[in-house]
């Protein structure tokens, strides 16, 4: 016969001014199988735990129940309260009266009685509890790092120099993300490449790291403290272990004018590459797509067209027949700093996108974006730092800067803000201006959103000391008229249209998520927003985590972020994943479900609903080790409790310890009855 | 193919050429265009600017009349009853209250069920059959395509073309054998409805369209839309254009007639300001280096 304990909370006058606790303390008592029922003014308090302690130990309750807030609030507090008097925390439920019941109505005696329905349900639940045990599950003390940009550069440091081995993935040839873009970074114009390239090449030098250039993540299995990871090296055609580095294959090669990626399409490279002079690892990588040799070999010619860096090569590292190798590594966490791209303002975009037609989808040459401008000022870049127009490489004298190009313009298909923009435009006008002293910056806006540390002071700077021309308003329409582009705008402040003969427009376009993060996030089972960046486990309280265990986020991967935030996030994520590793066993909530394998008949419309990817098949074999059945199996690892899969079997063969069947049934029945 | 039929006031009056040239082409292209029996004002400018209700309802007792007269789609040549029409439509589909107001006002059921389309649509479409019928091909005929602000837009309810870079009569002019030419100002505004009380500033507006048409090299301009077509071509004497040539000013469906080798006064080419002779005279006898290759 169960004896269960009922503890009806008053939450000072939270419950008690619309409850009336001790009619309802009163009521639960004379219940079947309760032993104990008493109210009190604050159960959570040290008192009000000792009561329930005292009343475990006199009354041998079997079970409890405590009837006050929502069990996200106290019910960690009241299981340890039971487990410290030797009652398995998992007989111990919590009913809530306070959030379902006492803040939502006035009438005091249909919410009291409404009270004792809710405890009457929690404590039909309750009867038939069973005791459960807290999983314990090794930790691999490796981690994972998707991204080599700042933030993924940062994590990596981070974790590695906590005392644990960290694995790096870049898919580019090289790690440096877009911080090695950039020519200067706000809000104190200090060379970003100054600050980045020690990093990168701090990472190719510790000890715990192991760098993994030019790969992308294949598959991903298995759950926190145990993922097993699979990694695409993709063929570089050099041997990475024989090159040093000395760049005299790029001089040989014949195919000279290919778009720089980096340079944002406004320089060039050759075939075979490597991204910038200072990329880490310093090895070329041989874009196939428009190398003579391959091209020649894809055509089916015999003959070797080409081969002008193999011969030119001292080490023979020169490998044509390289192919992409597989690694299967394991880790215990993973830290997804994919980054962003820029939205493009052409004609064909994504679905839901627009582009921008009234700036001419893209097609005036002398109109760029951001980076393409970070790649002009940039001492590294392809005019060497010198302001020049794409289209006839003459200095432009008047340059018109559009911010909120593609961000919160939801016509456009954004609605967000991209954050680091009007900071960003800042600093453009500015090393405009100290470049091109008679140079004129206009920018149009919308709103300046400085909010940083010395940020809304550097916007002020550009505005008062390097004399850029802020308009508030938007831009409806460019197009080219000869030598200029001709810029309609609107000043909304004065109310008139403006119209500006520009030598050069940069827009300030939308941060986006980085193209193919959303199957990155489906093989790690993690969710994305509407517009495909990650989502946190909780916005203000987990900012870094997943709800995925074990998958942390860094960078502008989550949202748009600028360096400061990137790094501060990338810093966190490393704390949290020290924090796990410095624990030989992870313990977890025993709330799993488990599969009946001998009524389970097969059909894995489990494997199919589960959002974690939680249910793998099994063999099950006769005595003869002959397959007879192929069923689900739960992996309690991964599994995290949410019930869909028990909801979904048709053969009712699933169960969720501590949400059985029969003990939801239970509390239905006590509601209907 | 039958259509309902929304001359509107300016198909009877301004713009004459622009009802006639499309009767003219709607026999070659097989267009059944069956004017709505008893039509009335489309509601544009004074209603929309003045009662939001009646500038619904306007429109909507034309779409009933319509449909008690059995027809599936209403062409409205003229830009402003289609942005009416269409507007309406549009509107009454998505607001459930003023749907259900609209048998009351008109006096008679209303079921919003006609189809409203834009005459650039309906040729865009008939492209193929546009090129099958033509016998005077416009080759070499460098022609400059303005939509002016209203044709295209706004998008949700035109829904025929991109409202910023649409194509669609740059592509009917592809059919005549014409050569429709890239400029920068197809969507700029011509001045509307402020051809009386701001003359000046459609003066202004409509001498930077041609001396913009001009300089990408078009001998003519094409429109669609009666309002632009008033300004462009009534007030372009006003414009003053430095002794430059006159810029014809052409109505689409003119275009296609010259095409088909229909005769210039059949197509009502002989209402124009500015003169069209240039034009006709071109179709007749292409100048020589223009001649069909």
């Known amino acids: 016969m169960a004896r269960i304990g009922v503890f009806v909370c008053h939450c000072g006058e939270n419950i008690a001014r619309t409850v009336d606790c001790e009619r309802a303390a009163a009521a639960l008592r004379d219940l079947p199988g309760v032993a104990h029922a008493v109210d009190y003014k604050y159960m959570c308090s040290d008192p009000g735990q000792a009561l329930i302690k005292q009343a475990i130990a006199d009354k041998k309750l079997t079970g409890v129940v405590v009837a006050a807030c929502s069990p996200h609030m106290h019910e960690k507090t009241f299981r340890r309260a039971c487990a410290s008097s030797g009652l398995n925390p998992f007989l111990a439920e919590m009913a809530n009266i306070r959030e379902q019941c006492s803040w939502i109505h006035e009438d005091r005696d249909a919410a009291t009685d409404k009270a004792i329905d809710l405890a009457r349900f929690i404590v039909e639940k309750v009867k038939r509890n069973v005791p459960l045990e807290t999983i314990r599950i090794p930790v691999e003390r490796r981690a994972l790092v998707i991204g080599g940009g700042i933030a993924g550069i940062q994590a990596a440091l981070d974790i590695a120099d906590g005392g644990a081995q960290v694995i790096l993935v870049e898919k580019e040839p090289s790690i440096g993300g877009h911080m090695s873009q950039l020519s200067e970074t706000f809000p104190t114009l200090d060379c970003s490449q100054c600050i980045l390239t020690p990093r990168m090449v701090e990472v190719v030098q510790h000890p715990n790291i192991r760098l993994l250039a030019y790969s992308e993540v294949e598959a991903v299995s298995g759950y926190i403290g145990n993922f097993a990871v699979k990694i695409r090296q993709k063929a570089r055609y050099v041997d990475a272990t024989a090159c040093n580095g000395c760049g005299a294959c790029q001089t040989a090669c014949i195919v000279r004018k290919i778009p720089s990626e980096f340079d944002e399409r406004l320089g060039k490279r050759t075939a075979i590459y490597v991204p910038f002079p200072q990329a880490v690892p310093n090895i070329p990588v041989v874009d196939r797509a428009s190398c003579a040799y391959f091209k020649a070999r894809a055509k089916g010619l015999k003959k070797d067209a080409c081969g002008k860096c193999r011969e030119a090569c001292s080490k023979g590292a020169i490998d044509f027949d390289q192919v992409d190798t597989f690694v299967t590594e394991n880790v215990g966490a993973i830290v997804v700093a994919t980054g962003y791209t820029l939205y493009s303002i052409g004609k064909d975009q994504p679905e839901g996108l627009s582009g921008y037609g009234e700036y001419g989808y893209g097609t005036i040459p002398d109109v760029i974006d951001g980076l393409q401008f970070e790649r002009l000022a940039s001492a590294s870049g392809p005019t060497s730092g010198r302001i020049a127009r794409p289209s006839d490489g003459k200095e432009p004298k008047r340059i018109v800067f559009l911010q909120c190009v593609g961000s919160r313009d939801p016509a456009k298909g954004i609605e967000y803000c991209s954050k680091i923009c009007c900071m960003y435009i800042a600093k453009h006008t500015m090393l405009f201006r100290h470049k091109v002293h008679d140079g004129e910056a206009t920018v149009f806006y919308m709103d300046i959103r400085a909010n940083g540390k010395g940020y809304d002071e550097f916007v002020r700077r550009a505005i008062e000391e390097d004399g850029a021309r802020y308009v508030r308003g938007r831009v409806s329409r460019m197009y080219r008229d000869g030598e200029v582009i001709k810029v309609f705008g609107f000043d909304t402040l004065s109310g008139e249209p403006v119209v500006i003969d520009a030598d050069m427009v940069v827009l300030a376009t939308a941060m986006r998520p980085q193209r193919g993060v959303q199957q990155l996030a489906q093989k790690l089972s993690a969710s994305y927003d509407a517009h495909g960046f990650f989502n946190e486990a909780h916005p203000k309280l987990r900012p870094v985590e997943t709800n995925t265990a074990g998958v942390y986020l860094a960078g502008a991967c989550q949202a748009p972020r600028d360096i400061p935030d990137s790094v501060a996030m990338a810093s966190a994520a490393a704390a949290k994943i020290l924090g796990l590793f410095s624990k030989a066993e992870l313990e977890r909530e025993p709330t799993v479900a488990s599969v009946d394998a001998a009524i389970c008949a097969g059909c894995f419309q489990c494997e199919r609903v589960c959002p974690y990817g939680a249910v793998t098949r099994v063999q099950v074999r006769d005595r003869l080790g002959t397959v007879v059945r192929v069923v689900a199996e739960v992996n309690p690892g991964v599994c995290q409790g949410c019930g869909t899969c028990q909801a979904t079997c048709p053969s009712k063969s699933i169960e969720l310890a501590g949400f059985t069947d029969e003990q939801i049934w239970s509390e239905i029945n006590a509601i209907v009855v | ?293």
């Not at chain 2, 509601?43 to 429109?59: E, F, K, R, W």
């Not at chain 2, 009386?196 to 409509?206: E, Q, W």
């Not at chain 2, 990408?216 to 309002?227: F, Q, Y």
Request: proline share 6%; net charge neutral; aromatic share 6%.
């Open chain 2, 1 to 293: 193919m039958r259509f309902g039929y929304f001359p509107g006031c300016s198909l009877h009056g301004t713009a004459r050429e622009f009802d006639e040239s499309l009767r003219a082409i709607s026999g070659p292209l097989d267009l059944d265009l069956v004017e709505i029996e008893d039509w009335s004002c489309c509601g544009a400018t004074s209603a929309h600017a003045t009662n939001h209700l009646l500038s619904v309802a306007l429109p909507a007792r034309n779409l009933a009349l319509a449909e008690a007269q059995g027809h599936d789609a209403v062409i409205a040549p003229c830009a402003a009853c289609f942005n009416r029409l269409a507007g309406a439509r549009h509107q009454i589909a998505a607001d459930g209250a003023l749907a259900g107001r609209m048998a009351g006002l008109l006096g008679r059921p209303f079921a919003n069920t006609v189809a409203v389309k834009n005459v650039v649509d309906v040729l865009r479409q008939l492209g193929p059959a546009i090129r099958g019928k033509v016998v005077k091909p416009l080759a070499g005929l460098k022609v400059a395509c303005y939509y002016g602000c209203l044709l295209v837009r706004p998008a949700a309810v035109c829904n025929f073309d991109d409202p910023e870079d649409p194509a669609a009569m740059e592509d009917v002019v592809s059919a005549t054998g014409a050569t429709p030419v890239r400029w920068n100002m197809r969507l700029e505004c011509c001045g509307g409805g402020f051809s009386i009380p701001r003359t000046g500033s459609v003066i202004r507006l409509g001498r930077a369209i041609i001396a913009d048409a001009r300089a990408a090299g078009a001998e003519t301009i094409v429109v669609a839309c009666p309002m632009c077509h008033s300004n462009l071509d009534f007030r372009q004497s006003a414009m003053a254009l430095r002794g430059e040539a006159p810029m014809p000013v052409l109505f689409l469906s003119e275009l296609v007639g010259l095409a088909f080798g229909l005769d210039a006064d059949r197509l009502g080419m002989g209402r124009h300001y500015v003169s069209t002779t240039p034009l006709s005279a071109f179709a007749q006898n292409p100048p020589p280096g223009k001649e069909v290759r």
